[in-house]
């Protein structure tokens, strides 16, 4: 059971603490010069009117800040928008802690669950605004409820935290600020799945401006999808919503109403050169001081092609903080020596990932011959063993490492030896022995041949801005070649990336490291253990059938898949910790059974850059998507001295 009040939480010592309601002497609260001034004109109500009864109150990490300045950000390519989870668009009901220790009140002043885990009751904060002054209530939670997640015509896939026994949870309007949430059967993750980067679309649907798109609420919808270039209203209302992907979501945003410290006024999609987010004015956090947040007015995204152009510009000082795209092994000592031409300095980050790179196969894949051979699991150890590890840990690791698969780290109680290390021996005789029994006709460049006779071709296709992968690659190749694999490598933008693997049938295979490698994390993120959604990228055809059994795309997956996947159902509705930790034992021994995929070494702590100017950044802090880095350390109380 999970009881969040009103009160302060776990949060780690050199990080933004969450505390209790202002007491009255501390309620006169201030704003931003610049918001003053459209109250003095008329353009903007009082604070307090902006406000709700109850904000949020934040303890900055190092002291109280001043308003005003711009956090200069860059994004890379056109399909990297996922990376504004990490910026401006973190905001669910609960959030996670600062140390990943458990969860925390956020958009919600009040979440409880029941002894059975089924029942949850959720208030939201009285007052509270969206970014163009619309109040924020139930209505807007039961609105996404009837729209997004039911509403089978508009048929958006996932929030899979919201079903359980593979039915959605009920919803229950008590009043303006209350609702509770009941499961047909427990669901001990809910809370923590809610705080995940960008679960939680309720904190996301603005009803009073996504009804004008949808026929149930407006009768003209047709007529306005067509003004906006769609043939029918479902097609407009999917864009609106923007709950395909995350680049939906925030594509040509800046009339859509957030909940964020920052709202776009240029949004992606709508400048080619830059996208830029103003602070809101309705925003429902205040610090210790009762000074509304956030301290900066902006944050200004350089749009950039790649990450050598990305790479330059945080050099020469023009990009505030950054881990993502840049902070790769090789480029730690070129950073390192710009420090004082760039103004910045570093802050760790400690790894959460499954492996620096993971090999993905696509079990599913539409040509026979090729998805026969790819889910034989000798095939994919025979591949593995063919990696010189060590080499490729040496070479584009600089020797940071060591071999493994994608599995848990050592320290943590879930550790599986076998899963960490089987197949890691590097043996190309044993390779080509393997090999040798599964495809052994081979043409007369020595490349194999498979059951058609057709050259044994295999297409890795990756995100070109991905540059470990690429350096990777480049020594990748030669060895698999060496047992007689025909392999290629195919770079691409991050957004065709998207396109062909996350939402294909037809790619060969794909490379990825996210994924978690140890306790909380690694059972909402088991993506390399049991295929539960779209991150399992080697069973797009399984995970749908995990998820929507009716999906025309979906396949029933084998007996020891489907043990995976009803594990991971009983985990779910397990709501104590030590149940939980036993049952994602059970899940990592199939996993290891399985060996859905392969890796190369799990890895070692990272490193960002943040410019000198910037105050109350946490020093050390988790490297992930799912507590998406370093948005739980609260950036809105991010200030330039």
């Known amino acids: ?5 009103r009160r302060a939480f776990l949060a780690g010592t050199s ?12 309620a006169d609260f201030r704003e931003a010069d610049i918001l003053k ?9 009082g604070l307090k009117d902006r406000l709700p009864e109850n904000p949020l109150v934040v303890k900055p990490v190092e002291s109280v800040g001043k308003y005003g300045g711009d956090w200069n950000m860059a994004l890379v390519g056109g399909g990297s928008l996922s990376m504004l989870f990490r910026y401006q668009a973190y905001e669910p009901l609960l ?13 919600a002043e009040f979440f409880e669950g029941d002894a059975d885990s089924k029942v949850y009751t959720i208030r939201l904060r009285k007052g509270m605004k969206w970014s163009d002054g619309h109040p924020y209530t139930t209505a807007d939670i039961k609105f996404w409820y009837d729209t997004v997640f039911t509403d089978k015509r508009v048929a958006f896939v996932g929030q899979d935290h919201w079903k359980s026994g593979g039915k959605p949870a009920k919803l229950e309007i008590v009043d303006e600020q209350t609702f509770k949430v009941t499961f047909d059967k427990p669901n ?29 609420y407006n009768p003209k919808a047709d007529e306005l999808a067509k003004q906006r270039g769609f043939e029918s209203w479902i097609a407009s209302f999917q864009a609106a919503a923007g709950f395909q992907d995350d680049n939906a979501f925030f594509l040509n945003s800046s009339k859509k109403p957030c909940v964020h410290a920052w709202m776009f006024t240029i949004a992606p999609g709508e400048n080619t050169e830059r996208a830029v987010a103003e602070r809101n004015p309705y925003y429902w956090k205040v610090d210790t001081e009762g000074n509304q947040l956030p301290y900066m007015d902006r944050i200004v995204y350089q749009m950039v092609a790649d990450p050598q152009v990305l790479l330059l510009k945080a050099m ?8 993502q795209y840049i902070a790769t092994p090789n480029n730690k000592s070129v950073l390192y020596d710009a420090r004082e031409q760039g103004g910045y300095d570093f802050y760790t980050l400690t790894s959460t990932e499954a492996n620096v790179m993971n090999f993905i196969f696509n079990l599913n894949h539409n040509d026979e011959t090729k998805r026969k051979l790819f889910r034989n699991k000798d095939f994919r150890a025979a591949l593995s063993i063919a990696l010189d590890r060590q080499s490729l840990i040496d070479a584009v690791l600089v020797g940071q490492g060591a071999p493994a698969q994608a599995s848990i780290k050592k320290e943590d109680p879930l550790y599986n030896e076998q899963l960490a290390t089987q197949f890691t021996a590097y043996d190309v005789d044993k390779a080509n022995a393997m090999l040798d029994q599964l495809v052994p006709k081979r043409d007369d460049q020595n490349f194999r041949l498979d059951e058609k006779g057709r050259r044994l071709t295999i297409i890795f296709e990756i995100d070109q801005a991905r540059a470990v992968f690429l350096d990777l690659f480049q020594l990748v190749i030669p060895m698999f070649q060496a047992v007689g694999i025909d392999a290629q490598m195919r770079s691409m933008d991050r957004s065709l990336w998207e396109t062909r693997v996350r939402q294909g049938r037809d790619f060969d295979a794909t490379a990825h490291q996210f994924g978690a490698n140890g306790g909380v ?18 069973a797009p055809a399984w995970q749908l059938w995990y998820r929507d059994r009716a999906n025309a795309n979906a396949e029933e997956p084998p007996e020891s898949t489907k043990n995976q996947l009803a594990l991971y159902d009983k985990l779910k509705a397990t709501s104590d910790a030590s149940g939980q930790r036993e049952v994602m034992k059970q899940i990592l021994q199939g996993a290891a059974d399985n060996f859905y995929v392969f890796g190369i070494s799990l890895p070692p702590d990272g490193y960002g850059i943040v410019k000198n100017t910037m105050k109350n950044i946490t020093k050390i802090m988790p490297n992930s998507f799912g507590w998406p880095t370093p948005a739980p350390t609260m950036p809105e109380q991010f200030y330039k001295a």
């Open 521 to 538: 994390a690694a059972m909402l993120d088991p993506r390399y253990y049991v295929p539960t959604d779209a991150n399992a990228m080697y």
């Open 1 to 5: 059971m999970i009881k969040l009040k």
């Open 95 to 107: 959030r996670y802690t600062p140390d990943w220790s458990g969860v925390t009140l956020n958009v």
């Open 316 to 323: 020469q000082g023009e990009v505030d903080l950054m881990d």
């Open 15 to 26: 990080a933004a603490l969450i505390l209790p309601a202002l007491p009255v002497f501390a």
């Open 37 to 45: 001034t459209k109250v003095s004109s008329g353009a903007l109500p």
């Open 188 to 216: 001990g993750l809910f809370p923590l799945q809610v705080a995940w980067a960008n679960n939680d679309q309720t904190t996301r649907t603005p009803k009073h401006y996504l009804e004008q798109f949808h026929i149930d």
